[in-house]
């Protein structure tokens, strides 16, 4: 699972321990993240302006910086993003309490330690997948089945029945197309608001996009896209057809603004 991290602290030596212990903690769980430095508040902006979501998954914030401290930066940040995460670094314990209203997702107490870090990119991994592994109820053969949003690949009609297409296995249900369509595309923007508290920018995107007629692709799954056809990150290729390919290639867009952005 890619990370992506910005750390935002005006001392240099601890900036760099900071990151040093992100990797350091990365390279444990066998994980990658990206971690980007910046000095204050006024250099993070800069790098946003004319942009829309932020991109990165979790933002480490100095409340003390600069001109602007941290509290000011995340409420200028929520103007535009409502779902990135967002923790306080401070040295002041009575200050714990003074960023709910911009949704602080943790506070920690300088001089971080390994441990505390540890333990708060665990409860944020674990945040992440359980945004992931949102279900949908499917009725098949007469039985109701759980099925993970993020295990579907596409889904297909095939006269009176759809073939809906998982990582495990291939459901075949008794029901109309548009119906079985409308259904995940709900599941998925219900899970995008209920994790995202409304988040701006994601609820009401479609996760599963019509890539020719009668078949509809999950949009997370998309890994490159051509003008007749689309790969998946399990090399399944699926046709595209002329009048899909402008909204596929804008789903896809969205859905990967974030890596896009910078």
């Not at 960023?99 to 991994?125: H, I, W």
């Not at 259904?183 to 409304?198: H, I, R, V």
Request: aromatic share 8%.
């Amino acid at each position: 699972m890619p990370i992506r991290i910005a750390c935002l602290e005006d001392e240099a030596p601890q900036a760099e321990a900071l990151k040093d212990s992100l990797l350091s903690w990365g390279y444990e769980n066998n994980i990658k993240p990206g971690v980007d430095l910046y000095q204050g508040a006024e250099q993070f902006l800069f790098e946003l302006d004319g942009k829309g979501q932020v991109p990165y998954d979790l933002l480490l914030l100095d409340i003390s910086m600069g001109e602007m401290d941290g509290f000011s930066l995340a409420e200028k940040i929520r103007e535009k993003d409502r779902s990135v995460k967002i923790a306080f670094l401070t040295s002041d314990p009575s200050r714990v309490f003074d960023g709910y209203e911009v949704g602080a997702f943790r506070y920690l107490l300088k001089p971080v330690t390994q441990e505390k870090l540890a333990e708060l990119m665990t409860a944020f991994l674990a945040g992440q997948k359980e945004r992931e592994e949102s279900y949908v109820l499917l009725e098949s053969g007469g039985e109701n089945v759980k099925v993970a949003l993020s295990a579907v690949k596409y889904i297909e009609a095939d006269g009176h029945y759809v073939n809906v297409v998982t990582d495990a296995e291939h459901l075949r249900l008794h029901r109309n197309y548009k119906d079985v369509l409308e259904q995940l595309n709900a599941a998925g923007q219900k899970a995008d608001t209920e994790m995202d508290n409304a988040a701006v920018g994601t609820a009401g995107t479609l996760l599963f996009v019509e890539c020719r007629r009668g078949l509809s692709v999950n949009i997370s799954r998309v890994d490159s896209i051509g003008k007749e056809e689309l790969c998946l990150d399990d090399g399944t290729r699926l046709p595209v057809s002329r009048g899909c390919v402008k909204q596929v290639n804008s789903a896809f867009i969205v859905c990967n603004r974030k890596e896009d952005m910078f």
